[in-house]
């Protein structure tokens, strides 16, 4: 049982060190306040999702292979 937490805690510190995953937290997290904090459609959230979801692939790209 030990073992499967650390693979499953090495699994998540990997996974926060890719930019996507930023960008997908970032998009649900904007998302989420702009529906429900800000009483915004969901169209509108989810353009203010996309639009943070852009800032943060800008402010940090993938690295280069």
């Known amino acids: 049982m030990n073992d499967r ?29 702009a529906k429900w904090a800000a ?3 969901w169209g509108q ?3 203010l999702g996309g639009m943070a979801s ?5 402010a940090f ?3 280069a292979h």
């Open 5 to 33: 937490i650390h693979h499953l805690v090495e699994y998540l510190a990997a996974r926060l060190g890719e930019s996507s995953t930023w960008q997908g937290i970032g998009f649900c997290l904007t998302l989420a306040g």
């Open 39 to 41: 009483d915004l459609d």
């Open 45 to 47: 959230a989810a353009g």
């Open 54 to 58: 852009a800032l943060l692939k800008i």
């Open 61 to 63: 790209p993938d690295p």
